[in-house]
């Protein structure tokens, strides 16, 4: 059978752009339909982008398909419509629906709608976005706006209504941990400020099966400072960990636990990228892993490089609780740094390091200024820091009275690990560093000017990255959380960037108290990060402030120069 490509759309669930006027599908839906989860756009082109929304069917047990209409326009009033069409949705996937819009103009804001259609005629309820194709040729800047780490009981979105109200955003970049998959537990992450605030996931546990991650996802987009921050912009989004569970690698995660009845994990992995796709606005392929992995190009500034470090190649982790042994009461870190350098250990694998190579070398080749990399985890070397030193022995000794037992052994592990030259997180690139420094000898066999992005961390940081051998590579940009809390929530006086600083010669920057965001300024000739704060995570009146601006320079040939604070 012969599947063209609006068959081929039409097989993975969502439509592909149809003119006005098609037929509606039979035994449409013709009870009350809501929009309680907004609307959102994402992975936008030259040419199109992608429209998402989901329809709440008042009953959903009658509602066999839903016909939407939605309406495309250059202006907010909807008075110049430029597509529209009808797409179908039901419960084969949770009643969201997505289009991709072709054949609009570079460059350029446009406003996109969804209706129900009953009997022919599109109904008077609606949701409604605004959003925006990539430029081509010569373009004077490129603003995104880079999130990560959501948790729903961690805080209010308050970080996500602050770029819903940016001035200028041209995408948001969401590096992972969108949703979170733990339960809402008195010890459960989070629910000690959760429970305070009055916010606790949907369900309320560990979620497991396609309808705990459908409900985790739906729970999210009912925030609505979250579906500001998705009608203000097109999103560009990649998964890391708590998508799935904590800690994933290809063969697991540390939160999944199949012999205390979480099931297989194949399983569990396929209904989280199923409930993932449906209800985010990424472009969907018949490979959900490669479909991760994927490019944007704004104009001549910048090639933005999507990765996938998760479920597509990622060994498991070390971890120095089994893999750093005592030898005569001391760290064997020889026998530990065997283990750590194995070539084999991998983040990327083989095909998307190849994939990576060739796009890196095709956006030189084109002459654009920079390559920039969107990336889940922290790409720097980072060691642990050593607290007691940045802060007295006096100062330090306050500090830990009164801590909980795990701060308290996470500390003195910190402090033990501070004398050798290991990793503070073996889960993030630190924990890989031959694939590290293969995918290093990519950017210079490239000759780019890269700009890695990462998540992950709940810390803001501005890192010089350098290869094995010393030379720069790379600069690198960190954003904290939005809500999900980290080390320093638990040591809100300590000096952690000041340590940080002092303990790493790649770190210029750390901060892990701040919540909030990297925006980032593209042009030819610079590349700037506004690291964007939000005043408190505990309230819904918060102010927005920048806590730190780092600006970089490419430099002619390949490479970068040192990041500098202005």
């Not at 010890?187 to 991650?213: F, N």
């Not at 569990?268 to 944007?296: D, H, V």
Request: glycine share 8%; charged share 20%; with cysteine.
């Amino acid at each position: 059978m012969k599947i063209n490509r609006r068959g081929a759309l039409a097989l993975l669930g969502f439509g592909a752009a149809a003119p006005a006027g098609a037929v509606t599908p039979p035994k449409s839906y013709a009870g009350k339909v809501s929009f309680d989860h907004g609307a959102a756009s994402g992975d936008p082109l030259a040419d199109r982008v992608i429209l998402w929304t989901r329809a709440t069917p008042a009953d959903p047990k009658t509602a066999e398909t839903i016909a939407l209409r939605w309406d495309v326009a250059s202006d907010p009033e909807f008075k110049h419509v430029v597509a529209q069409g009808q797409v179908p949705t039901d419960a084969g996937r949770d009643f969201t629906a997505k289009v991709d819009v072709a054949g609009l103009k570079p460059a350029t804001d446009y406003w996109y709608r969804f209706r129900q259609v009953v009997a022919g005629q599109p109904q008077a309820a609606q949701v409604s976005g605004r959003t925006r194709t990539l430029p081509r040729g010569a373009t004077k800047d490129v603003v995104l706006a880079v999130a990560s780490c959501s948790l729903y009981p961690g805080g209010f979105f308050n970080a996500y209504g602050a770029i819903a109200a940016l001035p200028r955003v041209d995408a948001v970049l969401h590096l992972g941990d969108y949703i979170y998959e733990y339960g809402a537990g008195p010890e459960d992450y989070g629910m000690a400020v959760g429970s305070k605030i009055g916010r606790t996931p949907q369900p309320p546990h560990e979620i497991i099966t396609l309808s705990d991650y459908r409900t985790r996802h739906a729970h999210y987009k009912a925030d609505p400072q979250l579906q500001a921050a998705h009608a203000r912009a097109p999103w560009i989004v990649v998964w890391d960990d708590h998508e799935t569970a904590n800690d994933a690698w290809l063969g697991g995660a540390e939160n999944h636990n199949s012999d205390k009845g979480e099931g297989d994990w194949a399983a569990r992995k396929a209904a989280a990228l199923k409930a993932y796709y449906e209800w985010m606005p990424i472009r969907e392929t018949a490979n959900g892993l490669e479909g991760a992995w994927r490019s944007f190009q704004f104009g001549d500034v910048a090639t933005l490089l999507m990765v996938e470090t998760r479920l597509t190649a990622r060994s498991k982790q070390l971890d120095y609780d089994t893999d750093l042994t005592l030898v005569d009461g001391k760290p064997d870190v020889k026998a530990f740094a065997a283990k750590w350098m194995d070539p084999s250990r991998r983040m990327l694998g083989e095909t998307q390091e190849k994939w990576l190579a060739g796009e890196l070398a095709a956006s030189v080749k084109s002459g654009t200024a920079w390559q920039v990399l969107g990336n889940q985890v922290v790409m720097g070397r980072v060691a642990a820091p050593n607290l007691p030193k940045t802060m007295g022995p006096e100062k330090w000794a306050a500090l830990q009275a009164g801590l909980p037992e795990f701060v308290q052994t996470r500390l003195a592990q910190a402090t033990a690990l501070s004398a050798f030259d290991v990793p503070s997180n073996l889960d993030s690139w630190d924990g890989y560093p031959v694939e590290r420094e293969r995918l290093y000898a990519a950017f210079a066999a490239a000759k780019a000017a890269p700009i890695v992005l990462a998540g992950d961390s709940h810390t803001f940081w501005v890192n010089d990255l350098h290869d094995a051998a010393g030379k720069r590579v790379a600069a690198e940009f960190g954003a904290s959380s939005i809500t999900s809390p980290g080390f320093g929530d638990y040591l809100p006086q300590a000096p952690i960037g000041q340590a940080f600083v002092e303990r790493n010669k790649e770190v210029l920057f750390c901060d892990a108290h701040a919540k909030g965001f990297v925006l980032l300024t593209l042009t030819n000739d610079s590349a700037r990060g506004d690291l964007m704060a939000v005043s408190t995570i505990t309230s819904p009146q918060y102010e927005t402030r920048i806590i730190a601006t780092y600006q970089v320079a490419p430099v002619k040939g390949g490479g970068v120069e040192k990041p500098a604070k202005i």
